[in-house]
């Protein structure tokens, strides 16, 4: 299994791991995954994103070579800016979402760990006539998420700057920090996953251990959280990520992901499809949350029905109809009930909807929410 630069760092801190992320040994807590949870949601939590693939463009014609290809605009982006965006296949399903990073030289893209080489294989592809440079630097850098109310102060005091509360979603700061190793260089991008304010340091592998120690040690507060809990939070904030919410079979509006496109630049691939969905049709079924209503937690792809039928019933019942599946479920520590992300038939939708979940310790009641579960200002 692959492993993360930290990877002995959070043994040392008694880390329980998990293979996650198709083959990553990854920890899946520390502590305990409600404590975790807390700690974001009221002070400040630190996780290792090192299994993040992350890609760079070089070369003059970089910005023109990514814009016609994805979802978001590019080019009018100046460094130090960014934003979230899709590479889609012709009949705009997505391949691969991504966060882009302007840099003075490069762009930067993060992307998920199961879209990180298909992400690659078809941005090169289109390299052509064009000057630019594709490189894969996932092996060589690491990632660490800081997340939290507190998150502002302790990557200010760790970096050795102020300020940083102005810095926008997707949007980056380049910075250079002293080390007992001498300078150190950390790109701090701004990235709301939780819920609450948050930023992704990233920097190279060989000072990814020595970041993450300053981290530890500059505030008593700072609580090392692992998988399980980012998870709880990322569901609990109705964030989508590849692999659950989103595969190569759905389309952008289907998980309300509007912010990941722009309607006004010209073509991309998909762009058809897309425009024609939002201006002469609308998504046949819809990204919503489902609020639970037993203890049992449903699991990825349990069926969704539009009625309370008895499942002795099921198929015998004029009215029972099949409207969606589960894509992620968790007990929320902060709401303290179970709750799910899930594709659900656009007729029930609606918030306050009743549906019926068939999972494998029976069937469940849920109730359909818009998202997010938390309306946290950030």
Excluded at 15 to 27: Q, R
Excluded at 76 to 103: C, E, F, P, W
């Amino acid at each position: 299994m692959k492993t993360t630069p930290l990877y002995h760092t959070h043994c040392q801190l008694g880390a329980t791991f998990a293979e996650k992320h198709e083959g990553w040994n990854l920890v899946a807590h520390f502590t305990d995954t409600a404590a975790e949870n807390h700690a974001v949601r009221n002070h400040v939590g630190i996780a290792d994103l090192s299994h993040q693939g992350r890609l760079r463009l070089t070369g003059e014609d970089r910005a023109k070579f990514l814009h016609r290809l994805i979802s978001n605009d590019v080019e009018s982006l100046s460094a130090g800016q960014g934003n979230y965006a899709m590479l889609l296949t012709n009949r705009g399903k997505i391949i691969a979402d991504m966060n882009i990073h302007v840099l003075e030289d490069a762009i930067g893209i993060n992307t998920a760990p199961e879209t990180t080489d298909s992400l690659f294989k078809e941005l090169d592809k289109y390299i052509i006539a064009d000057d630019v440079e594709l490189s894969g630097l996932t092996e060589e850098t690491g990632a660490i998420a800081v997340h939290g109310p507190k998150s502002p102060e302790l990557v200010q005091s760790v970096l050795g700057i102020t300020a940083l509360g102005t810095l926008v979603q997707h949007h980056n700061r380049f910075y250079e920090v002293d080390s007992p190793q001498g300078w150190q260089w950390v790109v701090c991008v701004r990235a709301d996953i939780t819920g609450e304010i948050g930023y992704n340091l990233y920097t190279s592998a060989d000072a990814l251990a020595w970041l993450w120690e300053r981290l530890m040690t500059e505030r008593e507060e700072v609580q090392p959280i692992g998988w399980d809990a980012l998870e709880s939070l990322r569901i609990e904030a109705g964030i989508p990520r590849y692999g659950a919410e989103l595969t190569d079979k759905v389309i952008p509006l289907e998980a309300e992901l509007e912010h990941a496109i722009n309607f006004e630049k010209g073509c991309y691939i998909g762009q058809e499809i897309v425009a024609r969905m939002k201006y002469r049709g609308h998504p046949n079924r819809l990204l919503r949350g489902l609020e639970i209503h037993d203890a049992n937690v449903p699991e990825q792809n349990d069926r969704i029905f539009s009625s309370g039928i008895s499942p002795a019933l099921r198929g015998k019942h004029p009215k029972e109809k099949e409207v969606g599946w589960i894509t992620s479920a968790t007990y929320s520590p902060t709401l303290e009930k179970p709750i799910a992300l899930g594709y659900v038939r656009t007729a029930v939708a609606t918030a306050g909807s009743r549906v019926q979940i068939e999972t494998s310790a029976g069937h469940v009641n849920g109730t359909v929410v818009l998202l997010p579960f938390l309306t946290n200002e950030v």
